[in-house]
């Protein structure tokens, strides 16, 4: 069965500092790779997506970015992290070519940049 | 662009007291519209994908019903372990990507 593996779950890191937050997929191949944010008692904001290694879109201007070093790999990271990146991040994955099962999501990590 | 509003932002329920939750959207052409719930501090959990209007899908207390401009999310004889956010999404034809609401946060008192 597939499994997404998100980590940390919680991270609390000063401003100015850099970010790296890793998510790898298990048990699928080749998959659509999503990176969104989720601002308190807000929705869910698409901050990247991937449909393959080294292929990586942005939705908005940010101070992040995101990489796919493999297949089943996707990173966040930031080299100077603002107060404004606190949220909870959220990684999902998708079979790649469908939207018919919807996104599976991992478990999230809740960043607060002091 | 593709947009979502999903209202109450919301709602309380007495046990058993039945509700739904609605979802407006407009998009250029649509592929799916997705329902999710959410429980705090988590990663939302995939519930239905809806692709026409006059769908419908149903699993266990929830039913989910889609028209050309809506969705709506039905819940019938709630208990308290229904009790979460529950979100909708829609993606485009030829899209990567889906375009979420801000969620329904639902209490389910006991």
């Known amino acids: 069965s597939q499994t997404i593996h998100q980590w940390p779950a919680t991270l609390v890191q000063p401003v100015g500092s850099p970010l790296s937050l890793e998510c790898t997929v298990e048990?699928?191949?080749?998959?659509?790779l999503y990176w969104y944010r989720q601002a308190a008692g807000r929705g869910l904001q698409l901050l990247f997506y991937?449909?393959?290694?080294?292929?990586i879109s942005s939705e908005v201007p940010q101070n992040l970015s995101a990489s796919r070093p493999q297949d089943r790999q996707f990173i966040l990271s930031s080299k100077k992290l603002l107060l404004s990146d606190s949220g909870f991040y959220l990684c999902?994955?998708?079979?790649?070519?469908?939207?018919?099962?919807?996104?599976?999501f991992g478990s999230g990590t809740r960043l607060t940049v002091v | 662009e593709d947009q979502v509003t999903q209202s109450p932002e919301a709602l309380r329920l007495q046990e058993g007291e039945s509700s739904s939750l609605n979802c407006s959207y407009t998009?250029?052409?649509?592929?799916?519209l997705f329902w999710y719930r959410q429980d705090p501090g988590k990663g939302p959990e995939f519930l239905f994908t809806?692709?026409?209007a006059g769908e419908e899908k149903e699993k266990e207390r929830l039913k989910a019903t889609l028209t050309k401009k809506e969705s709506f999310l039905h819940i019938t004889a709630p208990k308290p372990e229904d009790s979460a956010t529950y979100l909708c999404?829609?993606?485009?034809?030829?899209?990567?990507?889906?375009?979420f609401g801000a969620g329904t946060r639902l209490t389910v008192k006991p």
């Open positions: 999902a994955w998708s079979v790649r070519g469908t939207g018919r099962y919807g996104y599976t």
């Open positions: 048990g699928t191949s080749n998959p659509n």
């Open positions: 991937s449909v393959g290694i080294g292929q």
């Open positions: 998009v250029s052409g649509l592929r799916g």
């Open positions: 809806l692709y026409s």
């Open positions: 999404a829609v993606q485009a034809l030829g899209g990567n990507d889906m375009r």
